[in-house]
């Protein structure tokens, strides 16, 4: 079982960036990692995910604009935020999945307001 920690999150003004960090409890070198969202009143959903391999997928609206990275050896996984939107305002979840696991993290703010 591994444990996920999200960090990074906070206010920010439209147009500003910001890098969350999830930081696990053991190795994730096998695990597919990503990132969801929810904003209140609507369902979590997928922001970016990256395999084992590396490779990436974006929802839609991040794409250009998100960049999703891991560190196996740190046990860490990112999301580099850029031009940050005020629809980009929810709670940001890490997940981590392996052999039908799933892990999540509790969870790290994001407000876009001018």
């Known amino acids: 079982q591994v444990q996920l920690v999200e960090s990074g999150g906070g206010l920010v003004q439209p147009g500003e960036s910001l890098r969350l960090s999830c930081v696990a409890s053991g190795n994730i070198f096998n695990y597919r990692m990503g990132w969801y969202r929810q904003a209140p009143g609507n369902q979590r959903e997928l922001v970016a995910a990256?395999?084992?391999?590396?490779?990436?997928d974006y929802a839609d609206s991040v794409k250009g604009r998100f960049t999703i990275s891991r560190d196996n050896a740190k046990s860490t996984m990112y999301l580099q935020m850029t031009s940050l939107k005020p629809e980009d305002t929810a709670v940001y979840y890490c997940n981590g999945y392996r052999m039908g696991r799933t892990y999540w993290g509790q969870g790290t703010q994001v407000t876009v307001s001018s």
């Open positions: 990256i395999a084992s391999g590396g490779s990436t």
